[in-house]
């Protein structure tokens, strides 16, 4: 089992920057394709970004490319999201995941499938 725990949320006007962190405990870390998702108020999960095992391969829902980066530090168990150019609507609670089932690199991650989930932290941007 993997235990996560995300850190790095805030309050910041649009245009900001915030890097969230995600701490990884338990199994190996580097044997988890990792994700980002992003759940703001009244609507449903979404995907936001996913990282192969090694860090290699990177994917990006369209509404974050070219302003969010995902990354992965296998030695330090940790898993980041530096988000620049925020918006409002990039307001939401943000989780880390640890896919468990079938991924292939390059590929967006189904909320719906099967993880490791932390508890997640708010991000609230202001206009």
């Known amino acids: 089992q993997v235990q996560l725990v995300e850190s790095g949320g805030g309050l910041v006007q649009a245009g900001g920057s915030l890097r969230l962190s995600c701490a990884a405990s338990?199994?190996?870390?580097?044997?988890?394709?990792m994700g980002w998702f992003r759940q703001a108020p009244g609507k449903e999960r979404e995907f936001v970004a996913a990282i192969s095992w090694g860090g290699g391969r990177t994917v990006y829902h369209d509404s974050v490319k070219g302003r969010f980066t995902i990354s992965r530090d296998n030695a330090k168990n940790t898993l980041y999201l530096q988000m620049n150019s925020l918006k409002p609507e990039d307001t939401a609670v943000y989780y880390c995941a640890a896919n468990r089932g079938p991924w292939g690199p390059g590929q967006a991650m189904d909320v719906m499938g099967n993880y490791y989930w932390g508890r997640g932290t708010q991000v609230t941007v202001s206009s």
């Open positions: 338990g199994r190996t870390f580097s044997s988890y394709a």
